[in-house]
T-cell receptor, first 112, second 116 residues
């Protein structure tokens, strides 16, 4: 399973763009990169998933370089409600018995 | 369309007791995974059930066991509870039936277990 490394915490201000980079040097060919958001006392919530290049949805963008050894989650114009823990996961969801492993996540604090 | 539902939401047990946690997956999902999340930590994978069988298991002792029913719902059982078992237990469902997609995990809100 590909191990991931991401910053422990980040501070930002309302209206700014937040970029969280995740390193996954031993990503496998069939692995996808998925980001989840978690608020206190709630289960993680899917944000975005990608395989290569750039993916964008209504919530975030995900940038993946050609070597796929890292990825960057970009949250545009954050608000106070974006304060949460963000997890980067790497794995093949379709692999038999896949067990997605969460790391420690990045604690993002958005200040007024 | 109900998402993943877990019961109970909170539970208090004493050391040595046994506990059963329940999970109903999102409609249309056939796979259930269980995670343990200690305070301030990321979720740790316990095991995954598909077609009523345990497909994969994380680094948890045999005191942790589970079951999946024909309607895809699942139970997590923990025997001989220890103080260290106090955590948020999360259930996540997904759909393994379409090999052309890389499905996402949908999580419930969890069961907060306190062992005294």
């Amino acid at each position: 399973l590909a191990k991931t490394t991401q910053p422990i915490s980040m501070d930002s201000y309302e209206g700014q763009e937040v970029n969280i980079t995740c390193s996954h040097n031993n990503i496998a060919t069939n692995d996808y990169i998925t980001w989840y958001q978690q608020f206190p006392s709630q289960g993680p919530r899917f944000i975005i998933q990608g395989y290569k290049t750039k993916v964008t949805n209504e919530v975030a963008s995900l940038f993946i370089p050609a070597d796929r050894k890292s990825s960057t989650l970009s949250l545009p114009r954050v608000s106070l409600s974006d304060t949460a823990v963000y997890y980067c996961l790497v794995g093949d969801m379709q692999a038999a018995g896949n067990k997605l492993t969460f790391g420690g996540g990045t604690r993002v604090l958005v200040k007024p | 369309d109900a998402g993943v539902t877990q019961s109970p939401t909170h539970l208090i047990k004493t050391r040595g007791q046994q506990v059963t946690l329940r999970c109903s997956p999102k409609s249309g999902h056939d796979t259930v995974s269980w995670y343990q999340q200690a305070l301030g930590q990321g979720p740790q994978f316990i095991f995954q059930y598909y077609e009523e069988e345990e497909r994969q298991r994380g680094n948890f002792p045999d005191r942790f066991s589970g079951h999946q029913f024909p309607n895809y719902s699942s139970e997590l059982n923990v025997n001989a509870l220890l103080l260290g078992d106090s955590a948020l237990y999360l259930c996540a469902s997904s759909f393994q039936g379409d090999p052309t997609t890389n499905e996402k995990l949908f999580f419930g809100s969890g069961t907060q277990l306190s062992v005294l």
